[in-house]
């Protein structure tokens, strides 16, 4: 019997783990399979528990959907550990709750272009201004994979038409967002739109990025003055309660039949 596995981060907010569960939602409608939800740190129920529960409950074919935006240690070492297969792979037999089982492990939503579409919608709903500043934020990561995810969707962005795109990452790896938002400032734009390429608010969305933007925390931008002049922020939401992102979950379930 096959059974997916949805995986979230998880967050100490309820954010995340929102999002998971109404996303979940969708995809059991869309697929009409039982869908199980899990998390790799902070919220329960943590991954290697509900993967024991699916394999007691009779599921011998797993497979098990991240739902992030690009990979990184939590996907390449993290998650891998808890599902009992190696790390950096895709999956394979394994053995769990003393039954030999397939875990197929997928890849995070990453490159493709549904994300793009959701950020350019988000550009149009929040500012008028055609020469609005565009950053685009990833979370940052030891790896390269989350700069490289954002730098693609900043370079998508540039070729419909969007030319004053940056990319800026909260943590880990260069450019910070801080730097590219004096940048910005400099360039003499009145209006910024940042969009968060996150699945989901927690500490660094929602806490975090609007204090280095100079904006209240929690809110959809504002005035700020913490870069030598007035400048408009708007401030989108993260991605991951967009229902076109089932539509990617879909699409990596066909090739298991589903």
Known sequence: ???????????????????????????????????????????????DTVLE??????????????FFIASGLHITRDIPKKLNIPENSSGGKT?????????????????DPNLTDILEER??????????????????????????????????????GHSNVYLALNEFNE?????????????GVSNIVVLPLFIASGAHVGEEIPETLGIPAGSKGGVSKVFGRDVNIHYAMPVGRDPRLVDILVKKLEKYGI
């Open 1 to 47: 019997m096959k059974g997916i596995l949805f995986i979230g981060h998880g967050s100490r907010l309820n954010h995340n783990k929102d999002a998971i569960e109404l996303q979940a939602k969708a995809l059991k409608e869309r697929t009409g399979l039982h869908v199980w939800t899990a998390y790799n740190e902070t919220t329960m129920p943590l991954v």
């Open 53 to 66: 529960e699916m394999v007691k409950a009779g599921v011998d074919e797993i497979i098990a959907l991240p």
């Open 95 to 111: 053995v769990i709750a003393g039954k030999e089982v397939i875990v197929h492990f997928e890849q995070p939503l990453g490159n």
């Open 123 to 160: 550009i149009k709903d929040l500012c008028s201004d055609k020469n609005a500043a565009i950053v685009v934020v990833g979370h940052g990561s030891r790896l390269s994979h989350n700069k490289d995810v954002v730098g693609m969707n900043v370079e998508r962005l540039k070729k419909r």
């Open 175 to 187: 450019p910070f967002l801080k730097d590219v938002m004096v940048k910005v400032v400099d360039s």
